[in-house]
């Protein structure tokens, strides 16, 4: 497709269920980036593959959220034993090779997570 | 830590009015610099951007912003702001040297039609 495709654009899960995320970037875009934006919060990072370097994971806020990227296209965020705080939209966003060499990120529509 | 800060959280104004949103960042090497808007019911798309030359950036709907490196900031500015332009808006830096985005809180911008 033309943009970042997610999905599924809702869902809502019991507190305690795993839930998968999946991101389909730009294609040609090597980079691939999960943002998680709550009310207040703006967007938080979470993890950046590039490629097929080992990933920036230093934005996942805890051992229960995980992400992988096969192929170097697509992406899944897993989310393990959901809680409430976990309750927000889940943004990926691509770019083509490097950020820093002035390329721009594009964001797909997210994934709304509530979590009851 | 890299960090951004939008000390605007939720501005009001009346169409016409000249609009500015602060953003300042706290990292002394190089960086890029970025605005993203995201209009209701609507993705994040970028506003504009600034990497290397002129420190005053044009971006689209007549937006531009400064890069003032002695103070840190990347400040928005519009002269005259339409209905139209309500939107959240984000202030996000990149390390030269990482890919790494990190973005401000956002400020909310609501235009009295």
Redesign the interface.
């Known amino acids: 497709g033309a943009g970042v495709s997610q999905s599924p654009s809702n869902k809502v899960t019991e507190k305690g269920k795993d839930v998968e995320l999946r991101c389909d970037p730009i294609s040609g875009h090597t980079?691939l980036?999960w943002?998680r934006q709550s009310l207040?919060?703006?967007?938080?990072?979470l993890i950046?593959f590039?490629g097929n370097s080992a990933p920036?994971k230093?934005g996942l806020p805890s051992d229960r959220f995980s992400a992988e990227r096969t192929g170097g296209s697509v992406s899944t965020l897993t989310i393990q034993r959901t809680q409430q705080e976990d309750s927000a939209v889940y943004?990926c966003?691509s770019s083509f090779r490097?950020?820093?060499s002035?390329n721009?990120?594009?964001?797909?529509?997210?994934s709304w997570l509530t979590v009851v | 830590a890299q960090s951004v800060s939008q000390h605007n959280h939720h501005v009001i104004l009346s169409e016409a009015a000249s609009l500015e949103l602060g953003c300042n960042y706290s990292y002394g090497g190089t960086v890029n610099l970025f605005w993203y808007v995201q209009y209701p019911g609507q993705h994040l798309q970028l506003l504009l951007k600034y990497f290397s030359g002129d420190p005053l950036v044009k971006g689209i709907k007549g937006f531009e912003a400064e890069f003032i490196k002695s103070k840190f900031s990347f400040n928005l500015r519009k002269p005259s702001v339409q209905w139209s332009d309500t939107a959240e808006y984000f202030c996000a830096v990149n390390l030269n040297r990482d890919d790494k985005i990190i973005f401000g809180k956002g400020t909310r911008l609501h235009i009295l039609p």
């Open positions: 980079a980036y943002y207040g919060q703006g967007l938080e990072f950046y590039q920036d230093s943004l966003a490097r950020v820093g002035g721009t990120i594009y964001f797909g529509e997210g």
